[in-house]
């Protein structure tokens, strides 16, 4: 079993979600992020510039079993991609167990 | 003719009254999450409790009657004119009952505190701040107030002092105060930080404009009440002199933002608005719709200079209510003597007397109040407070408890 983590563009998140479907990922959890990193953004507000270092993005959090692997990974690569810089990043580590809460089952039948 | 007056002066109570909405809604808008309860918990109590203490002196203390044109006082309590057969004396004013004139004057009393209430947002204790404000609203407002308003010295100079509905009464006297609290309990944390002007945006934008426009509506029972009877040529000229001056300082506000900063900023639109309707305020009744416009627009640019004069010599004032209040209230009541029907060189003099007569009595006492309160208990709250928000430690709670993205 995999975990792959992806941190995207909320602009990109409708498109990765559905390329996610199209290759039978159907489950996985996401949440609303802030990083920082090499883009900057300026503003004023009431007569005072400032900048920020904050970058708004979608972290997705995706347990699979191994066979699924690449196709996720392509999903994500080509749905998310705008080309520009600050797309994002995707981890994958390995996971040792899982367990369905419900019937206390547990193994790969748990992420079907 | 009485009830129908009384009927436009009931209507324009229940605007003024609304215009407490108004200002919380924009004081919670321009300030941070974290101190949201706290502003509005200070906005009840300035309504509350300047409302009973208008009863118990304020009233009585800003009309009462014949003295010595500095200070007099009426007595304890309400005591409405009773006719021979003991009902309600109908002849106590043309324009009004005394119940309806002692609720709008009361309506505009705790106006003068809520100003304040922005100004110090997000580090003023609050038991020093409730203080200040009883002794504000409840003795320095109605004895300031009764210099013109109550028929004192500055209704008998020889060219009288003119401020139809209070840029100074009421919005300079909030406004100086508001200076003085500023310059005694210092700016915010990080809001001067390594030399330079730091941004600390609002929290709430679409509740500001909200306040903004509700103030708007208020400010016609605000004015058009002020008529002090529903003279149809009266009131209705007021009503349009006051919306070209707030429409003409929003636009000149957010032109002169747009240029100097190269952004479109939404606040500063807002506060051109309310410098507009701060400024038309004295004079609402003596102007044509040109000079409406014109004394609006200038308080516009003065919005956009003043916000930035003001971080600029370390004040911290997270509403801009130094630059609406007191910098349009003193241009508006100048504006009387420049403009309009009563514009005169005598006029601008007595102008200039009323403006130092409010400046000295509001700065002495509201020095006065805030320093001893200062050496006394302390104004400020501690820095751990400060930055964990008043909400949590003033009030154990949250304004929005099931959706905070920002813990501080």
């Known amino acids: 079993m995999k975990k792959v983590e992806a941190i995207i563009r909320k602009s990109r998140f409708s498109e990765v979600k559905k390329a996610l479907h199209d290759v039978g990922v159907n489950f996985f959890s996401y949440w609303d992020v802030t990083g920082l990193g090499n883009e900057k953004k300026g503003s004023v507000y009431r007569g005072v510039s400032y900048s920020t270092s904050d970058i708004q993005r979608r972290y997705l959090s995706i347990v699979i079993n191994n066979e699924f692997e690449e196709a996720t990974i392509n999903a994500i690569l080509q749905a998310g991609k705008t080309g520009e810089v600050g797309d994002g990043k995707i981890f994958v580590s390995e996971i040792t167990e899982c367990y369905r809460i419900r019937t206390g089952e547990k193994g790969s039948q748990t992420l079907k | ?408």
């Open chain 2, 1 to 408: 003719m009485l009830t129908t007056n009384n009927v436009w002066m009931m209507i324009c109570t229940g605007l003024v009254f609304f215009m407490h909405l108004g200002f919380a809604f924009l004081e919670i808008g321009l300030t941070r999450q974290k101190n949201t309860i706290n502003i509005l918990f200070k906005n009840i109590f300035i309504i509350t409790i300047g409302l009973l203490l208008y009863c118990l002196v304020g009233f009585n203390l800003m009309y009462p009657g014949e003295f010595n044109g500095f200070l007099g006082f009426a007595g304890f309590g309400l005591d409405a004119p009773r006719d021979a057969a003991g009902a309600l004396d109908l002849a106590y004013n043309e324009g009004y009952t005394y119940w309806t004139d002692f609720l709008f004057q009361g309506m505009f009393a705790a106006t003068a505190a809520t100003i304040v209430s922005g100004a110090v947002a997000e580090r003023m204790k609050l038991g020093p701040f409730m203080i200040f404000t009883i002794i504000y609203v409840g003795l320095v407002y109605p004895i300031a107030g009764s210099w013109k308003w109550g028929g004192g010295f500055l209704d008998q100079l020889e060219t009288p002092f003119y401020d139809f509905a209070g840029s100074t009464l009421v919005h300079s006297v909030g406004g100086w105060a508001a200076l003085v609290a500023v310059w005694l309990l210092g700016s915010r944390i990080g809001k001067f930080k390594d030399g330079k002007i730091q941004a600390i945006p609002g929290h709430n934008i679409p509740l500001a404009t909200a306040g903004v426009l509700i103030l708007w509506l208020g400010w016609f029972g605000f004015n058009g009440g002020s008529v002090l009877s529903a003279d149809p040529a009266l009131t209705s000229l007021t009503l349009v002199t006051t919306s070209l001056a707030a429409a003409a300082g929003g636009v000149v506000a957010f032109l002169v933002s747009t240029l100097a900063y190269k952004n479109y900023d939404l606040t500063m639109f807002l506060n051109g608005i309310l410098g507009g309707l701060v400024g038309i305020t004295a004079g609402a009744d003596q102007m044509s719709p040109t000079d409406a416009i014109l004394i609006g627009a200038i308080a516009g640019g003065l919005i956009v200079a003043a916000v930035a004069f003001i971080d600029k010599i370390r004040l911290d004032d997270p509403v801009g209510a130094i630059a609406v209040h007191l910098i349009c209230g003193i241009w508006g009541t100048l504006a009387v003597g420049i403009f309009g029907e009563l514009a005169g060189g005598a006029q601008f003099v007595s102008q200039l007397i009323g403006v130092a007569s409010y400046a000295a009595i509001c700065i002495s006492a509201s020095f006065l109040i805030l320093f001893i309160l200062k050496k006394v208990a302390g104004i400020r709250v501690s820095e751990t407070e400060e930055i964990e928000g008043l909400d949590s430690h003033e009030h154990g709670m949250s304004a929005y408890p099931d959706f905070r993205m920002n813990e501080h």
